[in-house]
């Protein structure tokens, strides 16, 4: 392995983070630095839209808003590299806790992947494409 690739490596699974940190701090007019712009982001397997950030972004927002706190813990991830594009699966957690009208806190929860196809830009890495694979959910 040389050092550009363990250069892209380290800039996939640091965008990858950039993601999960954006919508984990509800700061999702960062993810503006995650995906391009023409990117499709694929939200169907849980109700949710297939499309450009533009569309599918405002959604996820919208869905989160019944939940005070979340936290993604993103596990392993895989990365094939092929010149000026990529593709990574990441393992992910999501614990998410709500409050009931009397105060007691419920703790939902989801897993899955992300799978994201990138490009390098001038700008770094990009996501011009992300799955969201959910394999298990607990509370819903």
Same mark, same amino acid.
């Given at each position: 392995?040389?050092?550009?690739?363990?250069?892209?490596?380290?800039?996939?699974?640091d965008l990858?983070?950039?993601?999960?940190?954006?919508?984990? /701090?509800?700061? =999702?007019?960062?993810?503006?630095?995650?995906?391009?712009? &023409?990117?499709?982001?694929?939200?169907?397997? #849980? *109700? $949710?839209?297939?499309?450009?950030?533009?569309?599918?972004?405002?959604?996820?927002?919208?869905?989160?808003?019944?939940?005070?706190?979340?936290?993604?813990?993103?596990?392993?991830?895989?990365?094939?590299?092929?010149?000026?594009?990529?593709r990574a /699966?990441?393992? =992910?957690?999501?614990?998410?806790?709500?409050?009931?009208? &009397?105060?007691?806190?419920?703790?939902?929860? #989801? *897993? $899955?992947?992300?799978?994201?196809?990138?490009?390098?830009?001038?700008?770094?890495?990009?996501?011009?494409?992300?799955?969201?694979?959910?394999?298990?959910?607990?509370?819903?």
């Open positions: 392995m040389d050092l550009q690739e363990l250069s892209d490596r380290q800039e996939i699974t990858i983070t950039r993601y999960t940190r954006a919508v984990d /701090t509800r700061s =999702f007019e960062d993810l503006v630095h995650v995906f391009t712009d &023409d990117a499709v982001l694929d939200y169907s397997i #849980v *109700g $949710g839209p297939k499309d450009v950030p533009a569309v599918v972004v405002p959604w996820i927002e919208k869905g989160l808003a019944g939940f005070d706190r979340f936290q993604h813990l993103i596990g392993q991830v895989s990365i094939e590299l092929d010149g000026d594009a990529a /699966t990441a393992y =992910f957690t999501n614990p998410m806790v709500s409050t009931d009208p &009397d105060g007691t806190e419920k703790l939902w929860e #989801v *897993g $899955g992947y992300y799978h994201h196809d990138l490009v390098r830009t001038p700008l770094g890495w990009r996501s011009r494409g992300i799955v969201d694979d959910v394999v298990w959910t607990r509370g819903f």
